[in-house]
């Protein structure tokens, strides 16, 4: 017979389930950190939420099934969503980013599917930490980590600790106001950082000065330009970006920022600016 110290000693794998407004990213991984199986999800922010998290548990399963893995080999499962959430209570509360998911209990959901520890967190924090423990971080005790994609947000990480406040919303940064006359966001206020600069904005505004199609947020003219703070399209975020990573490290001084998330995959095109300004910008500036 298994004992319990067995059986814990046997949970070698942990399923992380990342929740945006545009896809759905679930993986297995196991306890170094490598990724066993993988699936992407489309959001369909048409569908109630609760059938929405039927659907990710029964991916969740397959994917087990796939990797040969048990739930009783799981550790856990680890879930990232957009703020605002709570963290203590496990609810996902009114993301703008998915305006159906109105106090979602997303964990309790979870527990009632699976006889395992279920997490939810910020997904810029977890974002955060898994760059400390695997990625880019590792050596920092100090760093910030950006994310830009449908939306925008933050993991601030300072001497040796992740601040994430009493709910999971400390550095949900996306709804800060930047500049108002940039127009109303999604959330209601005007000038929002996500609505200027995540990468739907840069979407929406090739399609403004192009026309269709319809552009999504990495396949824009990047490539074909290489010079995004000159151009029409990028070079409003390039901007927003330089003037928060100019905040940011005048006001919490972290000596590195990570960025991550689908536009960090244009790279230096978009990036470049900020490599060559070391004194700006402190020891260290990548993109994930």
């Not at 209990?105 to 967190?121: G, N, Q, Y």
């Not at 709910?167 to 206020?189: F, K, L, M």
Request: hydrophobic share 35%; aromatic share 8%; glycine share 12%.
């Amino acid at each position: 017979m298994t004992s319990r110290g067995e059986m814990e000693s046997n949970r070698s794998y942990a399923v992380g389930v990342d929740v945006g407004g545009t896809k759905i990213a679930i993986g297995i991984v196991n306890d170094s950190g490598s990724v066993k199986e993988q699936m992407i999800l489309q959001t369909n922010k048409e569908k109630d939420p609760n059938k929405m998290i039927g659907y990710m548990a029964q991916s969740i399963q397959k994917l087990l099934d796939t990797a040969r893995v048990s739930v009783e080999q799981l550790a856990g499962i680890g879930i990232g969503a957009p703020g605002p959430l709570d963290v203590k209570t496990g609810v996902i509360s009114c993301p703008p980013n998915l305006p159906s998911w109105v106090d979602v209990p997303v964990v309790e959901a979870f527990k009632r599917k699976f006889s395992v520890p279920i997490v939810l967190d910020n997904d810029a924090n977890a974002a955060a930490l898994a760059e400390k423990r695997y990625g880019e971080a590792q050596e920092n005790e100090s760093f910030v980590y950006l994310t830009i994609s449908t939306g925008i947000g933050a993991g601030l990480y300072l001497d040796g600790k992740l601040v994430s406040g009493s709910r999971g919303n400390a550095s949900d940064i996306g709804h800060t106001v930047i500049d108002p006359s940039y127009g109303t966001c999604t959330c209601g206020p005007k000038g929002c950082f996500e609505w200027i600069a995540s990468g739907t904005a840069i979407a929406r505004r090739a399609s403004e000065l192009r026309g269709p199609p319809p552009y999504n947020q990495t396949s824009l003219c990047f490539v074909q330009c290489r010079r995004c703070q000159d151009c029409a399209i990028c070079g409003t975020s390039v901007y927003i970006y330089r003037s928060w990573m100019c905040h940011t490290h005048q006001s919490v001084w972290s000596g590195e920022i990570v960025i991550g998330g689908g536009v960090s995959e244009v790279g230096d095109p978009l990036f470049l600016p900020y490599r060559i300004m070391p004194t700006a910008f402190g020891r260290k500036f990548v993109c994930s």
